[in-house]
């Protein structure tokens, strides 16, 4: 079912690229919550087709709105926005569900910007949250604020590839090894003689699933200070020394505090976008047309 929104047609596959994005972020719940909740498979899919028709609805009224504001955009706030947009790929923006990179009409840089002007504008009242706001959240979280167990490491690799085999690679790493044991420091060898060279091999804190599993099965059996033998990853060859090792900790409320703080303001953000659309929605005349209807109404 295609849709008119304030006059404007929103075709039925819209609607469903919107369901299959929605399918395709519900794979990622664990089957069990579904369980848990006993939710039919054929309940689960209406809810998904209804939750689409809400999401693609929403995006459409905000975009009609954002528009209204004719104010040129400066052709520095179009390249702005196009560096923070290549800066935000692979991160999670907290206005990503009022966005829609399936739909060309939601997609232009320069309706980006009006949107975000929209954004701006709604949320420019919201109070930033208080101190006792986030001592609360802090109090109620904690196990989200766990430091799993880290440890700094420094490494000397051989990597073995179309240019070096693994004899070679192997043989490489051997005289490397020798010159250890006969006093060299770690941090020359692996400035000098590794082939990911630089700031003496260190790979700064990092905690266990962050390196291939190989790297961590070694590198977390070792103590500060220790020098781990010749072991091999999909990579090549490694030689690793543990500088520091940090145990499981939680994190003060000091130092969560500014991340805390973030959290509770976008949350506060979006709500107050929710609560701009529901009044939109209000006033919208939002008309449900079969498909094969559209074609007429795209012709007008």
């Known amino acids: 079912m295609a849709l008119l929104v304030n006059g404007e047609l929103i075709e039925a596959g819209v609607i469903e690229r919107e369901a299959v994005s929605m399918r395709r972020r519900m794979q990622n719940v664990p089957p069990e919550q579904i369980e848990a909740r006993r939710i ?22 905000l ?45 232009s840089i320069e309706t980006r910007v009006r949107l975000d002007r929209l954004f701006s504008r709604i949320t420019a009242k ?46 490489a790493m051997e005289k490397v090894h020798r010159q250890l044991g006969n006093g060299a420091t770690f941090e020359e060898l692996a400035d000098q003689h590794s082939d990911c060279p630089g700031n003496g091999g260190d790979l700064g804190y990092f905690a266990r699933g962050q390196m291939v599993e190989e790297f961590d099965e070694v590198v977390f059996a070792l103590g500060p200070g220790d020098t781990s033998p010749i072991f091999r990853t999909a ?36 709500r107050a976008i929710e609560t701009y659309v529901d009044q939109l929605r209000d006033k919208a005349d939002i008309q449900g047309i079969p498909a094969d209807s559209a074609s007429v109404v795209r012709q007008r």
């Open 63 to 107: 975009r009609q709105e954002a528009l209204k504001d004719t104010a040129p955009i400066p052709p520095e706030a179009i390249e702005k926005a196009l560096e923070e947009r290549k800066q935000l790929e692979g991160v999670e923006y907290p206005f990503a569900h009022f966005y829609s990179d399936d739909d060309p009409r939601h997609n």
């Open 235 to 270: 990579f090549g060859f490694h030689i690793a020394k543990v500088i520091d090792r940090r145990e499981p900790a939680l994190v003060s409320l000091s130092d969560a505090q500014g991340t805390i703080q973030r959290k509770l303001l976008q949350d506060k953000q979006v």
């Open 126 to 171: 919201v109070a930033r949250p208080k101190n006792k706001e986030i001592a609360e959240f802090y109090r109620k979280n904690k196990a989200q604020f766990w430091m799993p167990e880290m440890i700094r490491a420094a490494h000397i690799v051989k990597n073995v590839d179309e240019k070096t085999d693994e004899a070679a690679a192997l043989a």
């Open 40 to 61: 039919d498979p054929a309940v689960l899919e209406k809810h998904c087709l209804d939750w689409s028709r809400d999401n693609v609805i929403e995006r459409t009224l």
